[in-house]
């Protein structure tokens, strides 16, 4: 299992079109939304890292987003 903490960058908001297609994303959760609505955390739970990529360029097709940067990874056996 993989668990990681990103961030999706918007290029204008996290508008009510973008939330619902994330929300559609089974094992992503929101956790915070910047003051300007640009930025989102989020947490992610995939299986192996090819599942994370996969998720990565899904993410990426939301309305609005411009990047996503995934600033704490968790690979547990992943590595081994």
Known sequence: MIIATSI??????FDETA???????????????SD???QVVIC???????DVEA???S?????????IAHHAVNFEEEVL
């Open 8 to 13: 999706l960058i918007f290029e204008n908001s």
């Open 19 to 33: 939330q619902h297609e994330l929300a559609a994303f089974d094992g992503v959760e929101v956790h915070a939304v």
């Open 36 to 38: 300007d609505q640009r």
């Open 44 to 50: 992610i739970e995939r299986e192996s890292l090819k």
């Open 55 to 57: 998720l990565d360029e």
């Open 59 to 67: 993410l990426r097709k939301i309305s609005g987003v411009i990047d």
